[in-house]
Structure formats: structure tokens, C-alpha cells
């Protein structure tokens, strides 16, 4: 596949020296480590990740559908919802 697109990020020194030193034990140029590294997190808990953020939005939604005549029910629903959006 032809790479087309440019990311351009900034980062520390430390940041950067940890990144070389892991992409050069892997053997690996640092585009092509952090190519790897975004592929794996993507193809795992991105994916997970995404599906689960769309589940506590349709409980969110629900809640504020229903909220009103169970306010305190609600209301400790949405204090574990936040507690798990914050967990993602």
C-alpha cells in the first residue's frame, strides 16, 4: 500500500529518546515502529474500545430519556457510567 499521508507530532526529548531506543531494539526505522505500534493498538482495544464508548452512549441516551420519573436511580446510573468513560 502507497503512504500517502504525512503526521507530523512533537514530543519530548525523553519521549523521543524512548521511541528510537524501542524502535532500534525491534529493528525498526522510527516511522515504521510507530506504524506497528498504531496497528496493534487499532486492531485490539481501539476496536473493543469504540464499541464500548457506543454502548455507555445509548445507556446515556436512555437515561435521559427515562430520567425524570426514576431521578435517583438515574442519577447512580450515570455516576458508574462517568466512572467507566473515565476508565476508556
Known sequence: MK???TITIKVTEADYND?????????LS???YIRSYIKKDISK???RKIAVQKNL???????D???EKNKCLTD????ELSALWNKL
Open 57 to 63: 452512549s445509548r445507556v446515556a441516551a436512555t437515561l
Open 45 to 47: 482495544d481501539w476496536i
Open 30 to 32: 522510527i516511522s515504521d
Open 65 to 67: 430519556k427515562y430520567g
Open 3 to 5: 503512504k500517502t499521508k
Open 19 to 27: 521511541i528510537k531506543q524501542r524502535s532500534d531494539k525491534e529493528g
Open 76 to 79: 447512580e446510573i450515570r455516576k
